[in-house]
């Protein structure tokens, strides 16, 4: 059964954009057949895919199939990573009813095992089609306590959406992201980690996602991390945090 999998945090700057291309790229270097899906208008993963939104059609991207029910595959573009079906940067001002991604989706999944959703810093209608058309979130996160205390205002909107859209969604795990090694988490900060993730009935990855010049480099440059730069300690990183969640399934 396909998988789909939304990347999620309201906060911006995160990390959402460069842990959705990873989970992709390392999940379809497990050998599955893999679709991103870019729902933020700022079209950050499209460019790390190596696509230029403002050079698309609006039937080109996510736009139409969400606000005129026309066929997603047709959208689909295929990459040297992987196939994503782009973003517009008409989406945020797109008038959409909350079960246009997930209908859209569905014709789609007969041809993939798992589908990656990246979504705006916002809780928009964008972030609530997006929930409501996934079975797990990943929420990455910072080490620090505006960012674990934005996660109470993202756990209302999921539970929203449990309540009324999706009663199966369910939360893979919280993850930190740009970690610092050298700075110990302290003990306030842990405690507000574990707390958050037991509010949210989740929990926090063992892996880390350690803060790494070379993704900035690799992402400059529309590079898959996974081969610019296979064995640099952040990969070690990413495939520790994929095996968990591949555990999972
Ligand atoms: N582990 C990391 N180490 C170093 N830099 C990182 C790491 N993860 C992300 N970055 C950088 O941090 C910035 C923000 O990351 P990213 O765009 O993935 O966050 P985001 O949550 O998607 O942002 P937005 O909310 O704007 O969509 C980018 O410049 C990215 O290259
Ligand atoms: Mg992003």
Excluded: C
């Excluded at 246009?100 to 990656?116: G, H, W």
């Excluded at 505006?146 to 009663?167: F, H, K, M, W």
């Amino acid at each position: 059964m396909t998988k789909i999998i939304t990347v999620v945090n309201q906060k911006g700057g995160v990390g959402k954009s460069t842990i959705s291309q990873f989970t992709g790229n390392e999940l379809k270097s497990r050998g599955y057949k893999v679709l991103f899906i870019d729902l933020d208008p700022q079209g950050n993963l499209s460019y790390s895919l190596g696509v230029n939104i403002l050079e698309l059609e609006n039937s080109q991207t996510i736009y139409e199939p969400l606000t005129n029910g026309t066929d997603a595959g047709k959208a689909i573009l295929k990459t040297e990573q992987a196939d994503i079906i782009p973003a517009s940067q008409f989406l945020a001002s797109a008038d959409i009813g909350n079960f246009a991604l997930s209908n859209a989706l569905e014709p789609l999944k007969s041809a993939y095992d798992v589908i990656i959703i990246d979504t705006p810093p916002t809780l928009s209608t964008l972030v609530i089609n997006a929930l409501t058309a996934s079975d797990a979130l990943v929420i990455p996160a910072l080490a620090d306590a505006y960012s674990l205390q934005g996660l109470g205002q993202l756990r209302n909107t999921i539970e929203a959406v449990q309540d009324a859209l999706n009663p199966s969604l369910t939360i893979a795990g919280i993850l930190l992201t740009k970690y610092d090694k050298r700075k110990v988490l302290t003990r306030t900060i842990y405690k507000m980690l574990k707390d958050t993730a037991e509010s949210l009935n989740t929990k926090v990855f063992d892996a880390k996602i350690r803060d790494a010049i070379a993704i900035t480099e690799a992402q400059a440059m529309q590079q898959d991390i996974l081969k610019y730069d296979p064995h640099t300690n952040v990969v070690r990183d990413i495939k520790a945090y994929v095996n968990e969640l591949e555990k999972e399934w």
